[in-house]
Nanobody
């Protein structure tokens, strides 16, 4: 069983930066890949970034060069550093871990970018 708590969201002007945190509890997540997703109003949830247990990262084309995913295994936490934010980045951001047949999601953190 894994529980996630996302934090770090808020209101920021276009061009600004935020760092989101996804803190896990219940069990260690160090051997699992973790994803950040986002969902904007009226849109489907989309994958933003992923990080493997070994630290390999992947990004959606829309955020490449602007977002950086990282992890701190001793803290059981994954981060999403977001820079050069755009209005289209406005969404609720979620972290996700898939472990076998189990699929764990956090409650989400709202990011609002004003233009």
């Amino acid at each position: 069983q894994v529980q996630f708590v996302e934090s770090g969201g808020g209101l920021v002007q276009a061009g600004g930066s935020l760092r989101l945190s996804c803190a896990a509890s219940g069990s260690s997540t160090s051997i699992n890949a973790i994803d950040w997703y986002r969902q904007a109003p009226g849109k489907q949830r989309e994958l933003v970034a992923s990080i493997s247990s070994g630290g390999t990262t992947n990004y959606a084309d829309s955020v490449k060069g602007r977002f950086t995913i990282s992890r701190d295994n001793p803290k059981n936490t994954v981060y999403l550093q977001m820079t050069s934010l755009k209005s289209e980045d406005t969404a609720v951001y979620y972290c996700r871990l898939r472990r076998g047949i189990f699929d764990y999601w956090g409650q989400g953190t709202q990011v609002t970018v004003s233009s």
